[in-house]
């Protein structure tokens, strides 16, 4: 059950990072930051011994500083929902709660590697912005396909999205 805690968060990172939509356009709050949102189903594969798999439907919205993900198997259910803001992550998995300090600390905590959860939003807005020891392949984000590999640090980890701009 822990194993699948930590897979359901690493999608979640990963989502975080990458990021799916449905269709219509950015909102601004007050701050003056954008809110973007993104819907569709991802799966990330983690090359480690054993090899780990995941995949789910998700909703993500906000932006790299404060944000929420959902993520829900193909029937329906929920299996996660992350929420963020500065100084703190917070994953909801059915009663229980865990507390980060970060996003980058919820990711690493659950995946074993920080995910970019700034450079996820931009990759889904078709930005190719630069992390070290991750290769975005951004070729298709006008059609709602995104795929990223995390080539350093070991393991080497696959993302795959599938999304609309909502």
């Known amino acids: 059950m822990n194993r699948r805690l930590v ?3 690493g999608c979640a990172g990963a989502l975080l990072a990458a990021g799916c ?22 799966s990330l594969r983690v090359d480690s011994q054993p090899v ?3 995949s789910a439907l998700f909703e993500l919205r906000g932006a790299p500083q404060a944000g929420d993900l959902t993520l829900t198997s ?18 909801k998995n059915g009663s229980e709660t865990r507390r980060f300090d970060s996003v980058d600390a919820l990711i ?5 590697a920080a995910i970019p959860v700034g450079a996820l939003f931009a990759w ?14 951004l070729s298709q984000v006008g059609t709602g396909r995104l795929q990223a590999t995390r080539e350093s640090p070991e393991p080497r980890a696959d993302l795959r999205i599938v999304f609309e701009r909502a």
């Not at 709050?29 to 993104?38: K, Q």
């Not at 929920?78 to 703190?88: D, F, K, N, R, V």
């Not at 889904?124 to 392949?137: F, M, Y």
């Open 7 to 9: 897979l359901t968060a």
């Open 21 to 42: 939509a449905s269709p219509g356009g950015p909102a601004r709050p007050a701050g003056g930051s954008t809110i973007e949102a993104w819907s569709g189903r991802l």
């Open 52 to 54: 780990q798999t995941f």
């Open 74 to 91: 193909p029937i329906g259910s929920t299996l996660a929902q992350l929420h963020w803001a500065p100084g703190e992550a917070l994953l």
């Open 108 to 112: 690493e905590a659950a995946t074993g």
């Open 124 to 137: 889904l807005a078709g930005r190719d912005e630069r992390v070290p020891g991750w290769r975005p392949d």
